[in-house]
Nanobody, 123 residues
Framework: DVQLQASGGGLVQAGGSLRLSCTAS????????IGWFRQAPGKEREGVSC????????YYIPSVEGRFTLSRDNAKNTVHLLMNSLQAEDTAVYYC????????????????WGQGTQVTVSS
């Protein structure tokens, strides 16, 4: 079965860091793009950071560019999202997702969703 297991969320003070991890199984990891989405209470789910193509091109929503870093470890079938300088506005449930390339980091494209991991940033 297809599985996307997200981990790494938690409670952190503003200015701190967290690293989210998404480990995949049940499909050909190298043939799929992985991205991170988030949803805050009362708001729509939005793409945060995604691999867009096989050459490693990445997308970051402007509010996180320069603070968040997306990386991929094919040997471990894992994608990480390093989140630095966290702000209260980053508080949300974060989801990892997979889709066959290409990917434009939109909700409608997603083939597989992982479970959410809660990120809470205190001000």
């Amino acid at each position: 079965d297809v599985q996307l297991q997200a981990s790494g969320g938690g409670l952190v003070q503003a200015g701190g860091s967290l690293r989210l991890s998404c480990t995949a199984s049940g499909f050909t990891f190298e043939d799929h793009a992985i991205g991170w989405f988030r949803q805050a209470p009362g708001k729509e789910r939005e793409g945060v950071s995604c691999f867009l193509s096989r050459d490693g091109t990445t997308y970051y929503i402007p509010s996180v560019e320069g603070r968040f870093t997306l990386s991929r470890d094919n040997a471990k079938n894992t994608v990480h999202l390093l989140m630095n300088s966290l702000q209260a506005e980053d508080t949300a449930v974060y989801y990892c997702a997979a889709v066959q390339y290409p990917f434009f980091c939109s909700v409608g494209e997603v083939d597989y969703w992982g479970q959410g991991t809660q990120v809470t940033v205190s001000s």
